[in-house]
């Protein structure tokens, strides 16, 4: 299991990027499987980034651990208490009718992932994605 903590802050998601990178470049994923990947994971650190602590700073832990084939993500932030698997599903007609940028990044982590899992412990948000090449 790899791990890193970064500050909730749009610039320093690269790191995550960088770690998802080097963890899954054994299972030599096509460009489109890793960029499924890396666009799961960058929209649940995004919105830990823009909601999970109003006026007030906060960190994203990150932790990645391969078994086989299947990867699997854990995203840990001690932000406001939200579960992303209870959020209802956009209405996808509505939204591109209307021209509305956002509120899409929940329904994308729940469609690109094999397995998406949330509690609340001690506190925190605990997020976990998973999905199986």
Not at 9 to 17: F, W
Not at 47 to 65: H, L, M, S
Request: proline share 4%; with cysteine; glycine share 6%.
């Amino acid at each position: 299991m790899k791990k890193i903590i970064i500050p909730a802050e749009l610039s320093e998601v690269d790191k995550i990027r960088n770690l998802l990178r080097e963890e899954v470049q054994d299972f030599c994923l096509s460009e489109e499987d890793f960029f499924k990947l890396e666009l799961a994971v960058v929209e649940a650190c995004v919105n830990i980034i823009c909601y999970a602590y109003p006026g007030v700073r906060g960190e994203i832990d990150f932790e990645i651990q391969k078994n086989g084939r299947r990867v699997s993500m854990t995203i840990i932030d001690s932000g406001i208490a939200f579960n992303p698997c209870v959020a209802p599903k956009p209405d996808l007609e509505r939204i591109v009718e209307a021209g509305q940028r956002g509120g899409l990044g929940i329904f994308l982590v729940r469609e690109l992932m094999d397995d998406v899992d949330y509690r609340r412990e001690a506190e925190r948000n605990i997020l976990t994605l998973a999905k199986r090449f």
